[in-house]
């Protein structure tokens, strides 16, 4: 079974606060997504990866960055938290390289982020 | 552009059916739909690509009108266990990002 882990299901931090949310996958899928959920929203894609060192912008980037230094691993930067950033993060995968987007997703659990 | 999903939510009694749609304003090439129980992660369904198909899995199926750039998620016979949010996602093409919809929230009970 693919498996995908966020480091926290719940953190709280300040405004202006550098945030690190970290995702791993354990099935060696090339393409990695982040995605913020929000009520009415549904899922809003924030950035994806389809290789190591490589990142394209999604949807709504602004306000946040991203680092993927190791396969298995995509980490989601929020470089100063503002309370408009309080959501659920979401983490995917996918497997293949050449169809990034037609692949099934594999979601990690979430992470719920308040920003105070 | 987002896609519109309809209803936003429904009520069903266990054993009766359900349709959720989903539409977009643009031409699409594939509709992805996904789960999500209370407090999960959100869990693959499936995926229709352009071509009409359609597909099913036990009692939930799913069919893709490419002219009308509208898929329907049938559940039927309804069971606790399908409730939850049902997303769809779309792309415009086969190298194109998903977009989610908003999202329906299904409630089934007994």
């Known amino acids: 079974d693919v498996k995908v882990t966020q480091s926290s299901r719940y953190l709280v931090k300040r405004t202006g606060e550098k945030v690190f949310l970290e995702c791993v996958q354990d099935?060696?899928?090339?393409?990695m997504f982040w995605y913020r959920q929000d009520p009415g929203l549904g899922l809003r894609l924030i950035y994806f990866s389809y290789d190591v060192k490589m990142k394209e912008k999604g949807d709504i980037p602004e306000g946040y960055s991203v680092s993927r230094e190791k396969k298995e691993r995509f980490s989601l930067i929020l470089e100063s938290a503002s309370t408009n950033q309080t959501s659920m993060y979401l983490c995917?995968?996918?497997?293949?390289?050449?169809?990034?987007?037609?692949?099934?997703?594999?979601f990690g659990p979430g992470t719920r982020l308040l920003v105070l | 552009q987002q896609p519109v999903q309809s209803p936003q939510a429904v009520i069903l009694r266990e054993g009766e059916d359900a349709v959720i749609n989903c539409s977009s304003s643009k031409a699409l090439y594939s509709v992805h739909w996904y789960r999500q129980k209370h407090g999960e992660a959100p869990v693959f369904l499936m995926i229709l690509l352009k071509g009409g198909e359609q597909k099913g899995h036990d009692k939930i199926s799913a069919s893709f009108n490419e002219k009308k750039q509208q898929s329907s998620l049938y559940l039927t016979a309804s069971q606790l266990s399908y409730s939850g949010t049902y997303f769809c996602g779309t792309a415009k093409t086969s190298y194109d990002k998903v977009i989610f919809g908003p999202g329906t929230s299904l409630s089934v009970i007994p």
């Open positions: 995917a995968s996918s497997f293949g390289k050449a169809t990034v987007f037609r692949e099934t997703q594999y």
């Open positions: 099935m060696d899928h090339e393409n």
